[in-house]
């Protein structure tokens, strides 16, 4: 049994609107999807690539577990019993891609229409905004699995919409508007970096080099 740890991080300020983003489209006729794999899998198989190509070196995040009740049947063999969070976790990847820090989520949802809200928690919101405020890149990676489809979403985005009172969800349309389209394909099976490519030279633009 483990446990979630009580306590909620603060509020910070609202983000501001991204830009419309255009749709990244890979190797059509192949989707990994359909092979029973989840957008973790996919990713952590894509960051494998990546590592392995010397392309970036992104990793998913530990989570740090205090264990309380191990029961041990045989030497060689112990059983988690009970065990506890030590802290609320923040998002699931970080890393560096040609110089600059990465740091995102990775969300899926079987709905068709629209994302829910509460599949993402304060403290995660709160972290991304504490990256951004350092200039680093951060996004979720959001995957309608009933469709196939697959976004890179900025944070600025999320965060926007999340601070919105009364906003249960982000529609398929607004993600699509705010989000940069991929699709799976084959090392990478989520090539997400072609959209972290073009988040890099918006931002080169926005500061005129």
């Given at each position: 049994m483990v446990k979630y740890p009580n306590g909620s991080l603060p509020i910070f300020n609202q983000a501001k609107q991204?830009?419309?983003?255009?749709?990244?489209?890979?190797?059509?006729?192949?989707?990994?999807s359909d092979r029973g794999m989840t957008l973790e899998q996919?990713?952590?198989?894509?960051?494998?690539?990546?590592?392995?190509?010397?392309?970036?070196?992104?990793?998913?995040?530990?989570?740090p577990?205090?264990?309380?009740?191990?029961?041990?049947?045989?030497?060689?063999?112990?059983?988690?019993?009970?065990?506890?969070?030590?802290?609320?976790?923040t998002t699931d990847y970080n890393g560096v891609y040609k110089g600059y820090y990465l740091d995102f989520e990775a969300k899926e949802t079987k709905n068709k229409t629209n994302f829910p809200m509460k599949n993402f928690h304060e403290h995660q919101i709160y972290h991304l905004e504490a990256c951004l405020k350092q200039n680093?890149?951060?996004?979720?990676?959001?995957?309608?699995?009933?469709l196939g489809r697959f976004f890179v979403t900025p944070a600025s985005f999320v965060?926007?919409?999340?601070?919105?009172?009364?906003?249960s969800s982000m529609t398929l349309e607004e993600i699509e508007n705010n989000s940069i389209e991929i699709q799976s394909g084959f090392r990478p099976t989520i090539p997400y970096l072609n959209a972290v490519d073009q988040f890099i030279t918006d931002r080169k633009k926005d500061n005129g080099k």
């Open positions: 991204p830009k419309i983003r255009k749709k990244y489209e890979h190797r059509k006729g192949v989707n990994f996919q990713i952590n198989e894509s960051n494998k690539y990546y590592l392995e190509k010397e392309i970036a070196v992104v990793h998913k995040k530990p989570t577990i205090q264990i309380v009740k191990v029961d041990y049947p045989q030497r060689s063999k112990a059983v988690i019993k009970e065990a506890y969070f030590r802290q609320a976790s680093g890149i951060c996004f979720t990676i959001i995957g309608f699995t009933s965060i926007q919409q999340w601070y919105k009172k009364h906003k």
